[in-house]
C-alpha cells in the first residue's frame, strides 16, 4: 500500500511545474499580441492609406467651384479689358476726325494744301479720306502711348489731368495755326520757329522719353507717307522747300503725336492691365 506523502509529492511536482510555466506563457501571449498591433499599425498599406488625397465628393465639389470663379473672374477681367479698349480707340478716333477737319481747313484756306477738284468734299472743303485716315492714325497713336509706358515700366505722370491735356490740345492748335498764317522770310525760319515751339510743347505737357522717340518716329514715318502721296499727285503742297512738301510739316507731325499720345494717356488712367493668358 503506497504512503500518503508518496502521492503528494508525485502530485505536487507536475503541478509545480504547471504553476511555473503558466505564468512564463502568459507574458509571453500579451508581448506577441502587442507586437502584432504595432505591426499592424506601421504597416506600409494603412501609412499609404493616411497619406492618399481626400477623395470625399464634398471637397471635389469646393475645388471645382473655386476653380470655376477664378475661370468666370479671368473671363470678367477680359471682357472689362476689351471694352474699355474698343471705347479709348472710339473717342481717339474721333479727335483724330475732328481736329483732321479743322486743322485741314486751315491749310485749304491759306492756300498752304491744295486738293484735285474732284476729291473735295462739301463738309470743310477737305477730301473725303482725310478724316478717316487721321482718325485710324490717331486711334493707333493714342493706344500706343501708353503701351510703351508699360512695357517699359516707366508710367507717365507728368501732369495726368484733363485740363493739362486741353492745353496741349490749345497749343497744338496754335502752332498749326502759326504755319498758315505767319509769314517769314524763307520757309527755314518757319520751320526752325515751328520746331522750337514743338520742343517746348513735348516739354511742357509730356518730358518722358518714349514720348520724345514715338514723337520723332511718328514725324519721320509720317513725312514718308506724305512725300510719297504728294509724289503720286494725290495732293501737293505750295511752294515745297523740302523735296515735295514744306520743311516744317514734321514739326507740326511730332506735336500732333504728343498731343494725341497725352490724350490715350488720360484715357487709360484707372483702366484694368491687359490680362496674361497662357
Not at 111 to 119: G, K
Request: aromatic fraction near 10%; proline fraction near 6%; include cysteine.
Amino acid at each position: 500500500m503506497p504512503r500518503l506523502d508518496d502521492h503528494f509529492w508525485s502530485c505536487s511536482c507536475p503541478a509545480s511545474e504547471r504553476h511555473k510555466k503558466h505564468p512564463k506563457a502568459r507574458p509571453e501571449g500579451l508581448a506577441g499580441k502587442v507586437k502584432e498591433m504595432i505591426n499592424s499599425v506601421s504597416s506600409p498599406s494603412l501609412l499609404v492609406d493616411h497619406s492618399a488625397p481626400n477623395t470625399n465628393p464634398s471637397h471635389r465639389r469646393q475645388s471645382t467651384n473655386v476653380s470655376g470663379h477664378s475661370c468666370s473672374n479671368s473671363r470678367s477681367h477680359i471682357n472689362s479689358w476689351h471694352h474699355h479698349l474698343v471705347q479709348r480707340s472710339l473717342v481717339l478716333f474721333s479727335v483724330g476726325v475732328v481736329l483732321a477737319l479743322v486743322l485741314n481747313l486751315l491749310q485749304i484756306q491759306r492756300n498752304v494744301t491744295l486738293f484735285p477738284e474732284e476729291v473735295i468734299a462739301t463738309i470743310f472743303s477737305s477730301a473725303w479720306w482725310v478724316p478717316p485716315c487721321c482718325g485710324t492714325a490717331a486711334a493707333v497713336v493714342g493706344l500706343l502711348y501708353p503701351c510703351i509706358d508699360s512695357h517699359l515700366g516707366e508710367p507717365h505722370k507728368f501732369k495726368r489731368e484733363w485740363a493739362s491735356v486741353m492745353r496741349c490740345i490749345a497749343v497744338f492748335v496754335g502752332i498749326n495755326h502759326a504755319s498758315a498764317k505767319l509769314d517769314f522770310a524763307n520757309n527755314v525760319q518757319l520751320s526752325l520757329t515751328l520746331a522750337a515751339l514743338s520742343l517746348g510743347l513735348w516739354w511742357t505737357f509730356d518730358r518722358s522719353r518714349s514720348g520724345l522717340g514715338l514723337g520723332i518716329t511718328i514725324a519721320f514715318l509720317a513725312t514718308l507717307i506724305t512725300q510719297f502721296l504728294v509724289y503720286n499727285g494725290v495732293y501737293q503742297y505750295t511752294s515745297p522747300d523740302f523735296l515735295y512738301i514744306r520743311s516744317w510739316l514734321p514739326c507740326i507731325f511730332f506735336s500732333g503725336g504728343v498731343t494725341v499720345g497725352n490724350i490715350g494717356r488720360q484715357l487709360a488712367m484707372g483702366v484694368p492691365e491687359k490680362p496674361h493668358t497662357d
